[in-house]
């Protein structure tokens, strides 16, 4: 059907700086660019512009730039252009609408809305190039009876845990979703850094198996490429019940993405969209979710911490509690903003509630039950900044996961079309060309890049609290102030306006 | 010192702020159990007088009630005769009441503003006891908490056995004479404090010492893991109304020793944990324990700066935030033990010490009696 949509972005080159060399040409997957040997000069359809940058980026005179397309519709305050669009979309096409990446829409970001306290006077800010500062966490259970040796020693006796350097992981990606590259690069900047990557519900490829111990596997509803050989070669194991992007659905893996590697890891069949169910079939009940974690336990030996993964929803406390009661050593929550490969675009932006939120009402929760020492709460979606992993402890959090800004130090520009597999940064996407942009090698000393100034920057920050150690800033609510914020929020966050004393 | 009205009656009280306090701390115990007045405590504290600034000061004494060591020593603040009567009922249903009247002080210039202050010798009835189930401790623990919260202007701040907290708003010297410390009281041991508040109501209950049942701390700092430690502790049933870093602290020790059983030495590498690179250099076994600790108890490590002296029967633990950020002295001279924030609180009374030293940040010193008991 013809389309009434107008093309969202303007290539605009500058045909005096341009050589006609054709490396856009050759760079983008979408075939925006073309030599016209008529005219000797290149030429773009715009139309097919997902505005990723690349050959921006990649063009050696700089002769290349991405516009919004000022073509406007008139002006409505109600229907946004986008919104407009999206109707002839689905007018054109009778299906369901596909976003990828995080929800951008304009809803409030409370990270913006904290501010951090420093030390002046009474109390000294510490220098963490001149004294230690310590950010190194264990996450897992410490709701343990103390037990003595014969001799009076203090017997080790805490469940399995997950020791991090940096209180900041690499959320779950699935191999599927991202490429062989991006997995590499993730699993060889985790063991370098003392983090964990996380495999998504994609399996694990066999070459990675040698990251193990500083890998995280999913169990999701899909159970891809799920065996006892996969749980026993990870570190930790992550019982995914939902996700920040897309709470109360299962995962979508568009059948151009899967290929022959990843059809193999996953055990599923080639070329065909690998839909995992919205919920685990055999769970449909708290109880049935503490058998899912006890039947890991046993199949590993009591020897991995398990991790009970849910999107931040309205009641997120009373299930927390009732996770945390059920056997799970870590809760990870993921924010409505966390992003994602493919999810149905209504459901992204419209369902859930934002993690700062969700993750204070969680650690308050727990405390008032007095069961927060049963569990580690892994706070992700979406965590941008060293100074949103400072707010996030604060509230309450042991460590954050972050995804999206992993995906950007490894290139990708936030294009958000990660569900059509053409990703030019080799990224979201399983086509060999386009894998091989990604260099394994770059890639991980980028993330590790990435992490290392955050670590500076987390340790900055806790210097000017005049606190040393991470685990005196975890739930330290009197360290952030509110500001613009209403008393509503300021409770659920349980926190103080900026202006208010201690 | 100048008090303006208006200042008292518009300024927040303890508990509604959190008041950063700098300070002097001091200790003197005689580890042989010989019994001295609080004279010698009472210079050392006066000596450091420019640390304080008049809006609080305060002394616990061990072993000063010989006669009546088997009774909880319960000293009250009340602001008016109605919080006395509420109470003395509330008292006489939970306690029999061996021995109560107003405390015995001498009004001087400085001290100014005082409430009523009565001293009660109490013991639990045996019956009331049995049936609420509790030991004798936390039933103590439990009255004293429901006097504090409940009573409006009725304030326990010492509930110890054979031990005794002594408090109020002015320089600690001067606190020490109101109470007569220096001719009425004899004990093996003292701990004083001198605040330094940073802003105050000039409320009593909020001078230091800070007590639970017969442990006592004075406190030096400001802490900057405060609302950790306390969103923590407080799952445990501790309630920290004052907004003080020493009642945190107090109840993270009280949830330690008595609830956890821990030493005070596994006490001390919990609150002011070795940094993770020292805990590599130590053995493997202390590796071990100090590691665990670290990983079992994350949320009660105390930061920011402080030097605190924990008095309990029968002895004291000097105790350093791990960067050593403010300052602590610790001296010896025969059976003679000294803790004091400069070491001019310790030269004061004893000039010639055997020993002198400063403890390293998180190091703890804990001097106790030698035969092991009070008396």
């Keep these: 059907m013809q389309a009434y949509i107008p093309p969202e972005f303007e290539v605009v080159r500058d045909v005096r700086l341009c050589t006609n060399c054709r490396l856009c040409e050759r760079q983008c997957a979408n075939e925006v660019h073309k030599y016209s040997a008529e005219l000797k000069i290149m030429t773009a359809n715009s139309d097919k512009c997902v505005n990723c940058h690349r050959c921006v980026t990649v063009c050696p005179t700089h002769a290349l730039k991405i516009t919004k397309n000022p073509d406007a519709y008139r002006y409505n305050a109600n229907w946004s252009a986008q919104t407009m669009n999206e109707v002839y979309r689905q007018a054109e096409t009778g299906g369901v609408l596909l976003s990828s990446m995080g929800n951008p829409t304009q809803n409030p970001v409370y990270f913006d809305k904290i501010l951090v306290n420093a030390s002046q006077v009474t109390n000294p800010p510490i220098d963490p190039l001149r004294e230690p500062m310590e950010t190194v966490v264990y996450l897992g259970k410490k709701d343990v009876e103390l037990k003595r040796d014969i001799n009076g020693r203090l017997i080790d006796n805490l469940p399995p845990q997950l020791k991090l350097r940096v209180p900041v992981m690499f959320s779950a990606m699935s191999y599927g979703s991202i490429s062989y590259n991006a997995h590499e690069a993730l699993a060889r900047a985790a063991e370098e850094l003392g983090t964990f990557y996380n495999t998504g519900e994609g399996g694990l490829h066999r070459d990675f198996y040698k990251y193990g111990k500083n890998t995280i596997v999913q169990v999701a509803s899909g159970r891809f490429g799920v065996h006892a050989e996969y749980l026993s070669a990870a570190a930790a194991i992550e019982i995914k019940m939902g996700q920040g992007a897309k709470p109360g659905i299962g995962g979508h893996l568009p059948g151009m993405k899967i290929s022959d590697e990843v059809s193999k890891t996953r055990m599923i069949p080639k070329g065909i969209d690998a839909i995992s169910p919205a919920p685990h079939h055999d769970i449909y009940s708290i109880e049935d979710l503490r058998q899912l974690i006890y039947a890991i336990k046993e199949t590993t030996g009591y020897s991995k911490p398990v991790i009970v993964k849910v999107a931040a929803v309205h009641n997120v406390a009373a299930i927390a509690s009732g996770i945390a009661r059920s056997g799970a050593d870590m809760i990870a929550l993921d924010g409505f903003r966390g992003g994602t490969g493919a999810a149905p675009t209504r459901i992204r932006n419209n369902v859930g509630i934002p993690i700062e939120l969700a993750l204070a009402?969680?650690?308050?929760?727990?405390?008032?039950?007095?069961?927060?020492?049963?569990?580690?709460?892994?706070?992700?979606?979406?965590?941008?900044?060293?100074?949103?992993?400072?707010?996030?402890?604060a509230l309450g959090a042991d460590a954050c996961y972050i995804g999206t800004a992993a995906l950007l130090a490894l290139g990708c520009h936030l294009c958000r079309s990660c569900h059509t597999g053409k990703c030019n940064w080799g990224i979201a996407t399983q086509r060999e060309d386009l894998v091989a942009r990604l260099d394994p090698t770059e890639g991980s000393k980028r993330l590790v890049n990435l992490i290392t100034a955050w670590e500076h920057e987390i340790q900055e920050m806790m210097g000017g609290m005049g606190i040393n150690s991470i685990e005196a800033l975890k739930g330290n609510r009197l360290m952030l102030r509110g500001v613009g914020l209403n008393e509503t929020e300021l409770k659920i966050l349980g926190i103080r306006h900026a202006g208010e004393s201690m | 010192m100048y008090f303006n009205d208006l200042n008292l009656k518009t300024a927040p009280l303890e508990g509604e702020v959190k008041i950063p306090s700098g300070c002097a701390v001091s200790a003197i115990i005689d580890r042989a159990g010989?019994?001295?007045?609080?004279?010698?405590?009472?210079?050392?504290?006066?000596?450091?007088?420019?640390?304080?600034?008049?809006?609080?000061?305060?002394?616990?004494g061990y072993g000063i009630y010989p006669d009546y060591k088997e009774y909880y020593a319960f000293h009250l603040f009340y602001d008016n005769f109605h919080a006395k009567k509420e109470t003395e009922d509330f008292l006489i249903q939970h306690f029999e009441v061996a021995y109560s009247a107003e405390m015995k002080t001498r009004k001087n210039v400085s001290i100014q503003n005082e409430p009523v202050i009565y001293r009660y010798f109490l013991y639990p009835l045996s019956k009331r006891l049995a049936n609420s189930l509790l030991d004798e401790e936390r039933y103590v623990v439990k009255c004293v908490n429901k006097i504090n919260a409940e009573i409006n202007g009725a304030f326990v701040f010492s509930s110890g056995k054979n031990m005794g907290i002594f408090k109020g708003v002015g320089y600690p010297e001067d606190i020490g004479r109101f109470y007569l410390l220096d001719e009425e009281y004899e004990g093996y041991c003292w701990t004083a404090h001198g605040r330094y508040p940073t802003n105050t109501p000039g409320w009593w209950g909020g001078a230091h010492p800070f007590g639970l049942l017969d442990y006592s701390i004075v406190h030096n700092g400001e802490i900057s893991s405060y609302d950790a430690n306390r969103r923590y502790i407080e799952m445990f049933g501790y309630k920290c109304s004052l907004q003080t870093d020493t009642e945190v602290i107090t109840y993270i020790i009280d949830y330690l020793l008595r609830v956890k059983k821990l030493t005070l030495n596994e006490v001390a590498k919990v609150i002011s944990a070795s940094f993770w690179s020292t805990i590599e250099e130590k053995s493997d076994e202390e590796q071990r324990q100090e590691t665990f600790l670290r990983k079992a108890f994350p949320s009660l490590l105390v930061t920011g700066p402080f030097s605190i002296i924990f008095g309990f029967t029968g002895g004291i633990m000097a105790l350093n935030d791990r960067l050593k950020l403010r300052s602590m002295v610790c001296a010896e001279k025969g059976d003679i033990a000294y803790v004091s924030s400069e070491e001019c609180g310790i030269r004061a009374v004893e000039p010639e010490l055997d020993k002198i030293f400063s403890p390293a940040g998180g190091e703890p010193v804990i001097y106790t009696l030698k035969n092991g008991g009070a008396e």
């Design chain 1, 361 to 393: 009402q969680v650690d308050e929760r727990l405390r008032q039950e007095g069961i927060r020492d049963s569990v580690s709460i892994i706070a992700g979606g979406s965590v941008r900044s060293s100074a949103d992993v400072v707010k996030a402890i």
């Design chain 2, 34 to 60: 010989n019994k001295m007045t609080g004279k010698k405590i009472i210079r050392s504290i006066a000596t450091m007088h420019d640390r304080s600034n008049g809006l609080g000061g305060g002394f616990a």
